[in-house]
């Protein structure tokens, strides 16, 4: 079976965030079906059970998928903060490779860039090689002498 991956533009995004339902959009539509259900035959309290139950599973996993995001996020950031000092190598946007020492982290549209000290950016999920910096690695003193030198 082959997949292929759909590439939403913003506006589509944000209208498809705003078609989302919600639990308060299933408990509506649980009045609603209540409003107008036959009275000869009501719906039954196990039923209602049963929805209340989804909607609060739903909930649940609602919140969970927006905790797991965030910390998803958090742990990216973090990732890229330690990253700050060091040689990294990647493809930008137009796949040209990037070469760079990392002087800050930004987050953009929830993407992780790195702010390399040559004026380009890398996204996080584009880094190929990590190194430390050259020339922290090599600076420094030989002998105990050197360092009192100053």
Do not use: W
């Amino acid at each position: 079976m082959v997949t292929q991956a759909i590439s939403l533009s913003p506006t589509q995004q944000v209208t498809s965030r705003k078609m989302q339902l919600k639990a308060e959009d299933f408990i509506k539509m649980m009045v609603t079906q209540l409003q107008h259900q036959d009275p000869m035959e009501p719906a039954k309290n196990e039923d209602l059970l049963a929805q209340m139950s989804q909607i609060g599973q739903l909930q649940a996993s609602t919140d969970m998928q927006a905790m797991l995001k965030s910390l998803a996020a958090q742990n990216q950031i973090g990732s890229a903060g330690q990253m700050i000092g060091k040689m990294v190598a990647g493809l930008d946007d137009g796949d040209e490779s990037v070469t760079g020492l990392v002087s800050s982290v930004r987050v953009v549209n929830e993407k992780v860039y790195l702010e390399l000290d040559n004026g380009k950016t890398l996204r996080l999920e584009r880094v190929t090689a990590i190194a430390p910096n050259k020339t922290t690695a090599t600076e420094g003193p030989v002998s105990g002498r050197e360092s009192l030198a100053a």
